[in-house]
């Protein structure tokens, strides 16, 4: 026996105490969220590159470009994105030297996983151009070094914020022009090399184009026929051509309907107006895509006066003319939603809270019981509310946000993993709050015990957010 109570004894002294175990238990955890920064930052990787690491100290501009390499099935997007913003970039420039704007390859339409359309942008391997100007003067071999910081939406199934602070080091030598036998030294120089070759240029005059719609007002001014036809009669026009809007005039995420029974040399589609677009469009402007081959610039007044009796004309219901749901089946559905949210991982945290809570109400004055699900409930409503007015206020000064937008911000979701670690720990038993704030939530509970079923309903919204979007975000 005594080597027993010995050997206990001696377990017990070699055991960490409880804060010592807390402590490597939170440091295991923070070991193991680190690689997922890694990931998030990797999605999509950028870069500063420009056509060779030399350029000739007398030359009036130099290119380089900011270089986006995207994971499988991440997207960025183009200038007018649909959703989403583009990429951007803010110089730090050596003295005397100016930067151009981001010129803008021809985009394509990008999808999530679940074949959603999801905007217009790029995939793969994407590079920007910009043309910068240098100083005159600039002494040969003395390096430069050219610094940006870049800005960017990078999405799949979920969007996240990206953003780097870049730097690219040239080297001016002696004057003289490059020769076109050495233009590039990189892969990347390579990759920029072909974008500049194949950046959307102005309408060939082998190619015809116009843009007419059937009249100033009504439905039929938010159609715009657009028509190309080759010079010559006889040359097809390429496969899949698709229209992006620079201005966004142009629904992105509507069809445009190819007008049939036309000669192959002549393409018509009509394209529908964006439903938030309030003046008519007097202008077609964008860029024509195809399945192979070179990309157009379009820029065409539109004309009254087509596309006449057999247009296609796609039209938006009037939300006023819509029937209206009974409240009843509202109700119902709502009644269903907050059943199905009650089984989603997001809300079994708050449950688990809930469910202590039950237990030490057992047996109380069901009076008692009543007003604490009064107020759990009165914590829950007021949370949404405010995070919606707060989404309706963002929304009207110009943010592109949905419901769950806070789940977007890195240190917001940081704070409640650590505040669902703190609680999950404490309620596994590994330390006890012995803070004054919380002494002062135990007198409230043992007093009134209404604030905290009060928080408990803001943290359950909180949380939440992420599960109860599909039910949300249509309703905002």
């Known amino acids: 026996m005594p080597d027993a109570f010995a050997f206990a004894s001696r377990s017990s002294a070699s055991r960490p105490s409880r804060p010592v175990r807390f402590l490597r238990l939170l440091a295991l955890t923070l070991l193991c969220a680190l690689p997922l920064g890694t990931i998030a930052r990797a999605q999509v990787e950028a870069s500063l590159v420009a056509l060779k690491s030399t350029f000739p100290a007398d030359s009036r501009e130099v290119v380089v470009g900011l270089r986006l390499v995207h994971q499988p099935h991440w997207h960025t997007y183009w200038i007018a994105p649909g959703t989403g913003f583009p990429p951007s970039l803010i110089w730090e420039l050596p003295p005397g030297w100016t930067a151009g704007p981001l010129r803008w390859p021809a985009p394509h339409r990008v999808y999530d996983t679940s074949k959603n359309l999801a905007g217009n942008g790029y995939e793969g391997v994407v ?18 070094t050219l610094r940006a910081k870049a800005d960017w939406l990078m999405c799949k199934d979920v969007c996240i914020p990206g953003k780097a602070a870049l730097s690219l080091t040239l080297t001016p030598t002696a004057p003289g022009a490059m020769t076109t036998a050495n233009v590039t030294d990189s892969d990347a120089g390579e990759h920029l090399l072909a974008t500049l070759d194949a950046l959307p240029a102005p309408l060939p005059s082998t190619w015809t184009a116009n843009a007419t719609r059937a009249s100033e007002t009504g439905p039929q001014s938010k159609t715009i026929r657009f028509t190309l036809r080759a010079a010559d009669g006889a040359t097809p026009v390429p496969a899949e051509p698709w229209f992006f809007a620079r201005d966004e005039a142009i629904a992105y995420d509507l069809p445009q309907p190819r007008v049939p029974g036309l000669p ?7 394209l529908a107006v964006a439903p938030y677009v309030e003046a008519t469009p007097t202008r077609l402007v964008g860029v024509l895509t195809f399945a192979t081959g070179p990309a157009y610039e379009i820029d065409l007044p539109i004309t009254v006066g087509g596309p006449g009796p057999n247009a296609i004309v796609c039209e938006f219901p009037d939300p006023a003319a819509a029937p209206a749901t009974p409240l009843a089946a509202v109700l119902g559905l709502a009644f269903i939603g907050g059943l199905i949210l009650n089984l989603m991982p997001c809300v079994f945290p708050v449950l688990g809270l809930k469910v202590l809570g039950f237990v030490q109400q057992a047996g109380a004055d069901r009076k008692k019981i009543t007003a604490h699900g009064l107020v759990f409930t009165a914590g829950v409503l007021l949370s949404f509310w405010a995070l919606a007015g707060l989404l309706a206020v963002l929304r009207a000064g110009g943010e592109e946000l949905g419901w769950g937008f806070q789940l977007q911000e890195p240190a917001f979701v940081f704070a409640m993993a650590a505040v669902l670690l703190a609680f999950a720990l404490n309620m596994s038993g590994v330390f006890e709050f012995a803070l004054r704030a919380t002494a002062i939530g135990g007198d409230l509970q043992q007093k009134q015990g209404l604030a905290g079923s009060f928080f408990t309903g803001v943290l359950a919204t909180v949380v939440a957010t992420p599960c109860s979007a599909p039910f949300l975000a249509p309703a905002l």
């Open 127 to 144: 590079t920007l151009p910009v043309t910068l100007t240098p100083p005159a003067g600039l002494a040969p071999d003395q390096p430069v």
């Open 264 to 270: 192959a040399h002549t393409y018509a589609a009509d």
